[in-house]
Each structure stands twice: as structure tokens, then as C-alpha cells.
């Protein structure tokens, strides 16, 4: 890998955590975040919790447990690296998302192009979001959840595409993304009573 890339990801890796830190610092000094207010809106509304609230946590939106996301991460980095850095440059049509390939049956392009990126700011902007909104996801749902939410989006969205017959070329993570945030405001929706407007 050439040193500039290097850099590069150093920058991108050092720049996620810092807004994913930012960002969940200042949310959690909002009121309605904190555990013992919502603790208390249960109690108030004599609520049967669907949230489970960690004891030795101090706000919802801190992940001790969230390693998947991260590893995630790691691998769209390497795949990147090594089919667009490398020789094996060559490979990746071979892991694209084309529907005339899988007209042909080469299915496995449904799963394969989750995980390819054709450019540095493609894979930055899709691996920031991924580690905004996969933490989350993770803690909420729990790490099987998260995996079954993240493949299965990614893979319909990529069957969709198909179905329709739009995208005959694409790759990205994107859609699996996508289906992380439907998942947060699924849980925003079915705890709306609890965590307020």
C-alpha cells in the first residue's frame, strides 16, 4: 500500500471516532437521554420496558460491546485495500453487483459487492456512516440482530436493483447502511412513548 493511502486511512479511521465521539458526547448531555430519565418516564407511565437499560451504564448511547461494527469497518478496508491498492485490481469484476452476471446465475455478486468500493471518499463517507450508526444498532438489537440486519439489507437492496433491473453495474455498502438507520427508527418508533419527541 503507498504511503499516502496509509495516511489516508489513518485519517479517515482517527476522524470517524473523533465525530462518532463528538457526537454521542453532545447527545448525551440532552436530559431526555439520560438512563434515570428514562427510567423515570416508565416508572411514571407504568410501562413494561422494551428497553433494556444497562445498570453500570450512564446514557443510552455509550457501546462497550460493539465489536462487530468496528470489524465490519476493518474488512470493507482491507477488501478496498487489496482490489483497488494492489494487483489483485484485476479481480474485482469479478465480486461487482452485474446484472447480466447474475442473470447467468453468479447469485454470490448479491452478497460480494457489499463489501466493494470504487473510490477513497466512496468508502470514507459509507465507512463514517457505518460507524455512527452501526454502534447503535449493535447495542440496541444485540450482535446477531445487527449482522442479520446489516446482510439482509444490503442483500435485498442489491436484489432489488436486480428485480427492477436498474444498476446494471454497482457496488457499495450502502444499502446495508440504509437498512441500520430503518432499523434505528424502527426503534425510535416502538420506544417513541419512553424517549420522547
Known sequence: MRLSHLVFFSIISFGSSFIHKRSMNMLSTSNWLSVENIIERLSDKNMTSSIEV???????????????????????????????LSSFSKYKHFFVKSNNAISR?????LFTSMFLHQTLFHISSNMI???????????WYGTK?????????????????????????????????????????????????????
Request: proline share 4%.
Open 129 to 139: 456512516s457505518l460507524k455512527v450508526y452501526g454502534p447503535m444498532v449493535e447495542k
Open 105 to 109: 446465475g453468479e447469485i454470490y455478486r
Open 54 to 84: 444497562p445498570s453500570n451504564q450512564i446514557t443510552i448511547f455509550q457501546y462497550p460491546e460493539t465489536k462487530l461494527s468496528d470489524a465490519i469497518i476493518l474488512i470493507n478496508i482491507a477488501v478496498f485495500s487489496i482490489l483497488n
Open 145 to 197: 440482530k445487527f449482522l442479520f440486519v446489516y446482510l439482509a439489507s444490503g442483500i435485498f437492496s442489491n436484489l432489488s436493483t436486480f428485480l427492477m433491473n436498474v444498476s446494471p453495474l454497482s457496488i457499495g455498502a450502502s444499502g446495508a447502511i440504509y437498512g441500520l438507520i430503518g432499523a434505528l427508527n424502527g426503534f425510535y418508533r416502538k420506544n417513541r412513548a419512553v424517549l420522547g419527541n
